[in-house]
């Protein structure tokens, strides 16, 4: 779906999420959603807790599994994803905190392959992901699954990609600040989720939209991965999709 604005974009999958939340409520239902970060669903975010504060909208029923972290990282760290979430969404709605999963950045490295194996059932535990929101890095990675992840990957320790690294730098104060690791949701859990809205905006990300796409399906381009999906749309805006 091509939108004028990358604002247009953004209210739309906000507004899908919010009825998404409000069928499952009618029905004393969880509404579970898979989160992204990066700047692109920043919009979403807002415009979810405009309609909390001015529609009624309530996340009292809302799960959340967010689809990554640096590793490692502490959660109070300015760069981390749980800052951001909190900065961004969580702290301004009504969610429950213990409804909110963000792999941890910060715990000792042997228990990293047992964590991420609780992840994967937790997710599995509550009825899988209904909709999860989705960024593309220009690797082409979503989540933090860089070239050479393979379709049938799970939640995992992965090591990062230099491109994403240079393009991490400005917000770590320089690429030395950088993690190496990350841990990211796998190819395959993404792919297990009911819905996936991948927004991209800026003519920055018009070449890795058109090979995610319109390109053959390969582990080179994680996002090309995604093409058999059942239900997947890309909101773009007219910059992101100037190449299609
Ligand atoms: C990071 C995140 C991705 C995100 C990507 C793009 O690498 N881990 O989930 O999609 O950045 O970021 P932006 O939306 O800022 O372009």
Do not use: W
């Not at 000792?108 to 992901?129: A, F, H, M, Q, T």
């Not at 393009?167 to 770590?172: G, K, L, Q, S, W």
């Not at 991948?198 to 080179?220: D, N, P, W, Y």
Request: hydrophobic residues 40%.
């Amino acid at each position: 779906l091509r939108f004028e604005t990358s604002t247009d974009a953004c209210k739309r999958v906000a507004r899908e999420i919010a009825s998404l939340i409000r069928l499952r409520a009618s029905e004393h239902r969880k509404c579970v959603l898979g989160l992204a970060t990066g700047s692109t669903p920043i919009r979403v975010y807002r415009e979810l807790v405009r309609m909390h504060r001015e529609d009624g909208l309530s996340f009292h029923n809302v799960i959340t599994f967010n689809l990554d972290e640096y590793y490692p990282i502490k959660p109070e760290a300015a760069q981390s994803y749980v800052r951001f979430m909190n900065e961004h969404f969580f702290n301004h709605i009504d969610i429950f905190r213990s409804n909110i999963h963000i792999p941890k950045g910060n715990i000792e490295l042997e228990s990293v392959p047992g964590y991420c194996r609780d992840y994967e059932e937790l997710i599995l535990k509550n009825g899988g992901i209904d909709l999860q929101l989705l960024g593309i890095g220009r690797t082409g990675h979503i989540g933090f699954n860089e070239p050479g992840a393979t379709r049938d990957s799970s939640t995992r320790l992965v090591k990062l990609d230099s491109l994403t690294r240079i393009d991490a730098a400005a917000d770590f104060g320089g690429l030395d600040n950088v993690p190496l690791l990350a841990i990211t949701m796998g190819v395959e859990t993404i792919l297990q989720a009911k819905r996936i809205r991948l927004l991209a905006f800026g003519q920055h990300k018009a070449s890795i939209v058109q090979k995610a796409i319109e390109g053959r399906m390969t582990t080179a381009i994680p996002a090309t991965l995604l093409q058999n999906h059942r239900n997947l749309q890309y909101l773009l805006d007219h910059d992101a999709a100037a190449c299609l």
